[in-house]
């Protein structure tokens, strides 16, 4: 067993109450490749935040256990290397197993989330224990969920919103044991979270009512992606297709991470970024064939994603 300890890594537990108190959102990224993991730490690096980098069961098995341990470790190493050593969590988004979580703890993970938003509410609360218990004798913080996200990312899919009820959260939260509890209210997972003509909207009335009955409790945002427009107009320029992709407005979510949201999930945003860099560099370039050259503009261009997300939508900037 690995401890992530010996890696470098922090678990969220002291993020999450300072951001609380400090009125903002630690950025949560996914990550699968190098160059994503490069824009992440240099973005971070440069804009002082603290970071969680989040990895889906899709996600680890596509680069591989061991490697994204190294992965973790390096991007340790490498902050320092940029010159400023800040607080790196390595979690594990949408954990659909007792298994698979404690794999993850095994491998140095400093936080996992158990995901059982689809199950009934007594085995939800069952499994998030059975998940608590293991993971606290090694310090690892845990994350559970209330409520179903509609949309798709990886291999959650789910077609309808459930709403996170706010007079569940008191019991679930007490009898789990959870360091933080991830709610539904009206994000969702994906680039297609609404329709055309549809207004996106959060629901912060229920995240208001969640506050007042689990007050100072650290709350998580899923689906967090705000599919910016031009984003979007560049890859369909570059001939791609995604049609009605609309997202999260961001002043909506600047909102909520002044509450007691300290975790917001954000990655359609990044797959959007990259995909549009790219697309860019085979048009005006179709005889390029080197992966650095295709690849580099879209480390470039995730890089300046995140950074703008952490100073102008969660406000993380400057808080490592």
Do not use: W
Not at 194 to 208: A, C, H, S, T, V
Not at 231 to 253: A, F, M, T, W
Request: aromatic share 8%.
């Amino acid at each position: 067993m690995i401890s992530y300890k010996e890696l470098g890594l922090v678990n969220s537990r002291d993020l999450f109450a300072q951001a609380i108190q400090g009125g903002y959102a630690i950025p949560a990224y996914n990550f699968n490749n190098m160059e994503q993991l490069q824009a992440i730490i240099a973005a971070c690096v440069e804009t002082k935040s603290p970071v969680i980098l989040q990895v889906s069961s899709g996600a680890r098995k596509y680069a591989n256990q061991t490697l994204l341990r190294f992965m973790a470790q390096g991007a340790v190493e490498y902050a320092k290397e940029l010159g400023y050593p800040i607080p790196i969590v390595l979690h594990l988004d949408h954990g659909d197993s007792f298994e698979l979580c404690k794999n993850c703890i095994e491998f140095g993970f400093s936080s996992v989330m158990i995901d059982g938003s689809h199950l009934p509410y007594e085995e939800n609360i069952a499994l998030t224990r059975r998940v608590v218990d293991y993971a606290h004798q090694f310090d690892v913080t845990v994350e559970g969920e209330l409520g179903v996200l509609a949309g798709v990312e990886d291999d959650v899919k789910a077609e309808h919103h459930t709403y996170t009820q706010p007079e569940e959260v008191e019991d679930f939260v007490k009898r789990t044991g959870v360091d933080s509890l991830a709610i539904s209210i009206g994000t969702s997972h994906g680039a297609f979270k609404f329709k055309p003509g549809q207004k996106p909207e959060i629901r912060l009335d229920i995240l208001k009512e969640i506050e007042k009955r689990i007050p100072g409790f650290p709350i998580v945002l899923h689906g967090s992606s705000s599919v910016p427009r031009d984003i979007v107009e560049e890859i369909n320029r570059y001939g791609g297709k995604l049609k009605d992709s609309i997202g999260i407005p961001e002043e909506q979510l600047r909102k909520a991470a002044g509450s007691a949201v300290c975790k917001i999930n954000i990655d359609s945003d990044g797959r959007l970024a990259m995909t549009a860099a790219i697309r860019k560099v085979f048009v005006e370039k179709p005889d390029e064939f080197d992966p650095r050259k295709y690849l580099g503009p879209a480390r470039d261009k995730l890089k300046e994603l995140y950074k703008h997300k952490n100073i102008n939508v969660l406000g993380s900037d400057n808080k490592a």
